[in-house]
């Protein structure tokens, strides 16, 4: 009777079957890697359309997932270069991929790929700003860029900022001027999305600026393994205070 099935043998059916069905999304899409909309089970309904994502990151290059069949890429901006200096966008250095993985990840529409490697928000468009000519983002460059962001916002229609860069040194956000710039930037309809690090779980690693202000959407990472299993999810390095 089914009354009498052990409850620990249904938890192990249960399972298996969300692993099979998990593994055989992989198999139909030949065993490649799986996409981010597949990964974070996102609504195809939301593609991003009419809303302009800032990012603020060490580079980028101009992929074509964002530039093709139309280019997306509104705005340029870099910090360490003259105003409307295009020159570190359209000539790759080794600061490029980081900004171009994650505005790639987030608004790419998957071009290259017939689809299948788009982003979450493929319809999106999208306003690139460099922090750095190389090597570590100071904290002070990320709030210049996000003043930058905050003075063009209505010009470029910008609804969402993200902050794929860290800033300095522990500080009460109270007392920090990057984070209170994040809080200014949220009060005056910003959405901001801060990466919170990859020093991992450790007293002496705490949540840094910007991803401390206390209103914006502090975000982790972890490894799903290549499945849509989320019992095999483990944390990735991130930084999620002591």
């Known amino acids: 009777m089914l009354s009498e099935v052990c409850p620990r043998c249904v938890e192990l059916f249960e399972r298996a079957r969300v692993q099979l069905e998990a593994d055989s999304v992989i198999f139909e899409q030949g065993g490649h890697v799986l996409s981010t909309p597949l990964r974070m089970d996102a609504d195809e309904r939301f593609t991003g359309r009419n809303v302009t994502i800032a990012f603020l990151d060490s580079g980028f290059y101009p992929h074509p997932d964002l530039t093709t069949p139309h280019n997306r890429i509104l705005a340029y901006h870099s910090i360490v270069a003259a105003e409307g200096d295009k020159t570190t966008l359209e000539t790759p250095d080794p ?7 994650t505005s790639v990840v987030a608004a790419g529409n998957g071009g290259l790929s017939n689809g299948f490697y788009r982003g979450i928000a493929p319809d999106a468009s999208v ?18 860029g996000l003043k930058w962001v905050m003075t063009h916002r209505e010009e470029y229609g910008i609804r969402v900022v993200n902050i794929s860069a860290g800033g300095d040194d522990e500080q009460a956000y109270l007392h920090n001027s990057l984070a209170q ?11 901001v999305v801060c990466a919170v690090g990859n020093a991992g779980l450790h007293p002496g690693h705490p949540v840094l600026p910007p ?9 982790g990472g972890l490894d799903d393994q290549n499945s849509m299993d989320r019992a095999r999810r483990g944390m990735y390095r991130s930084s999620y205070g002591p």
């Open 127 to 144: 306003v690139l700003v460099k922090l750095a000519k190389s090597g570590r983002i100071l904290e002070e460059s990320i709030e210049r």
């Open 211 to 219: 991803a401390s202000a206390p209103s914006c959407i502090a975000v």
């Open 95 to 101: 600061s490029s991929w980081h900004g171009m993985m």
């Open 181 to 191: 710039t994040v809080e200014q930037a949220i009060a005056e309809g910003l959405i």
